[in-house]
């Protein structure tokens, strides 16, 4: 039987890295990200299924997990960087850290509630991609990293729960996207690692299935 993955984000950046090793092995993708036309130039590339979308919304939760009956592996790469400049916690605008908790915190956790029938049919795995930022102290970084230090501790918490699931909260380190360039300048960003270097070891964690827990990509 054919494994399936559902991947959000998957427009660019270690989404489309990582649906691109996974097309090579042969799995079914469905892909989801808001940026139409480049979800699905992926899509057609890879012969995937493209939902284009944002997690924020009830609806398209509901769609993506329509699209996936039987889910061998659910990757929430969906990520907001939040206000930019990055801003000190002194004078973040509280406004964006609500979206950004909506983003990066509530959006995967309804994604993991609306597939945990087809991931506990399938025995399958969560991957919640995470940062340094959720356990480091850098200046600028303490809204985003307060959302994936969120995110740790659910994805924590729902491994206890959820045995017979992987769930790996994965922090892939510095990678060339257009993420990092928005944070720290494009100069900067070029020199970070190629997301394909990363995608291949997070495929790596996908295939030997070690036990659950946070996992450091580089």
């Known amino acids: 039987m054919t494994n399936t993955a559902l991947i959000t984000g998957a427009s660019r950046g270690l989404g489309l890295a990582l649906a691109r090793s996974l097309a090579e092995a042969g799995w079914r993708l469905v892909l989801t990200a808001r940026g139409v036309n480049e979800l699905e130039r992926a899509a057609a590339e890879l012969g995937a299924t493209a939902i284009p979308g944002d997690v924020t919304e009830p609806a398209h939760i509901r769609r993506l997990a329509d699209a996936v009956p039987e889910l061998d592996l659910l990757v929430n790469n969906a990520s907001g960087l939040g206000a930019t400049p990055l801003p000190p916690l002194a004078g973040y605008p509280l406004e964006a850290f609500r979206v950004l908790l909506e983003t990066n915190v509530t959006a995967p956790l309804a994604l993991i509630q609306a597939t945990l029938p087809a991931l506990r049919a399938r025995r399958g795995a969560v991957v919640n991609v995470t940062s340094d930022a959720a356990t480091g102290a850098y200046e600028g970084w303490g809204g985003y990293g307060a959302t994936k230090a969120a995110l ?67």
């Not at 206890?160 to 992987?166: F, Q, T, V």
């Not at 990678?175 to 960003?189: P, W």
């Open 152 to 218: 740790d501790q659910l994805s924590n918490v729902l491994a206890a729960e959820e045995p017979e699931l992987a769930v790996w909260w994965t922090d892939p380190g510095e990678m060339n996207t257009r993420m990092l360039a928005d944070a720290v300048g494009a100069d900067e960003a070029a020199s970070a690692t190629d997301p394909a270097e990363v995608a291949a070891a997070l495929h790596g964690l996908v295939r030997t299935r070690p036990a659950s827990g946070r996992v450091t990509l580089q």
